[in-house]
């Protein structure tokens, strides 16, 4: 498979200094325009500002790019651009098409690239009402040996199956400055990380110890959402409740049952909850570039 890389993001690998990896589902599904431009450079400058490459991933005519240009930004905002699921991506570049990255991808991508660390805003999970409905962003986590920083899983989702299901899969769930898992708007789901680090150097130690034991499960970084933006989960809830039924009444099903529910909540929310989904990305490149220069490249 062949890579295409910007200019910036090949000399940072090629010299060994940090690179952030970003997905591109956050621009084309995961937030609304104008936000959705000026949120992906405010987290290429975030990172750059912190010493680290930003390297955001997304695949155009059939070819993967590390690290955009603008006309690759404009593009992702076109009504056409595909999520790209892992399942997707040979489909994707054997029919040259162009798509955006979702975490799974990403987290796949980065590592065939020699991206070690990567920042999200949330990570899939286990839906609400059907357990045998797995995102397939949990079992990649599961077998993709980087660094991925997180606010939790999206509170749309089982956060309780899904925090089983990480642990009965094997992946270290660590809490940044926390012993608590976020709850993506909520700074806590009421449920436990594997443990605390407050630092990236503590981060860097237990992702070596986990390459000298030749494991392949990602280390996720939970990181909670700053608490100027946080949202009380039982407000939340409480929002959430009417969107779910708003969902069936409206017979969405299937994959675009989350972006519905999270479109739903920032109307209730009068838009409370993309200020929060701004705020923890924008915080999510900050801790992901201090772990990224705190590793030995």
């Not at 949120?39 to 490459?53: F, N």
């Not at 898992?181 to 990236?200: E, I, K, M, N, T």
Request: contains cysteine; hydrophobic residues 40%.
């Amino acid at each position: 498979m062949k890579f295409n890389f910007s200019e910036e993001v090949s000399g940072a690998l090629h010299f060994g200094r940090p690179v952030v990896a970003l997905e591109s589902t956050v621009i084309s599904h995961g937030l609304p325009y104008p936000q959705n431009i000026e949120t992906a450079y405010r987290l290429e400058s975030i990172i750059r500002d912190a010493g680290a490459t930003p390297a955001t991933i997304a695949v155009f005519d059939g070819e993967v790019h590390a690290g955009l240009g603008d006309e690759h930004f404009e593009r992702l905002v076109a009504k056409d651009v595909k999520k790209i699921s892992r399942r997707d991506l040979p489909i994707t570049i054997g029919h040259e098409l162009t798509g955006a990255t979702t975490v799974a991808t990403t987290t796949f991508l980065a590592y065939k690239a020699g991206i070690k660390v990567f920042a999200t805003g949330g990570i899939g999970g286990v839906h609400r009402g059907d357990r045998t409905d797995v995102s397939a962003d949990l079992p990649e986590l599961a077998r993709t040996p980087i660094i991925v920083i997180c606010s939790g899983a999206k509170i749309v989702l089982d956060l309780p199956a899904t925090r089983e299901w990480l642990e009965t899969f094997g992946v270290t769930v660590l809490g940044w400055k926390t012993d608590d898992f976020p709850a993506f708007y909520s700074r806590s789901s009421g449920l436990s990380v594997d443990a605390r680090v407050d630092s990236g150097k503590e981060v860097s130690k237990i992702a070596e110890m986990r390459n000298e034991l030749e494991m392949s499960n990602t280390i996720l970084v939970a990181n909670p959402v700053p608490e100027s933006a946080e949202l009380k989960i039982a407000d939340v809830e409480a929002m959430l409740f009417d969107a779910l039924k708003s969902a069936k009444d409206k017979g969405i099903k299937g994959k675009e049952v989350t972006p519905f529910l999270l479109s739903e909540l920032s109307e209730r929310s009068e838009g409370a909850t993309l200020k929060a989904n701004i705020a923890l990305l924008e915080s999510n490149a900050r801790v992901a570039s201090e772990i990224s220069c705190s590793l030995n490249y």
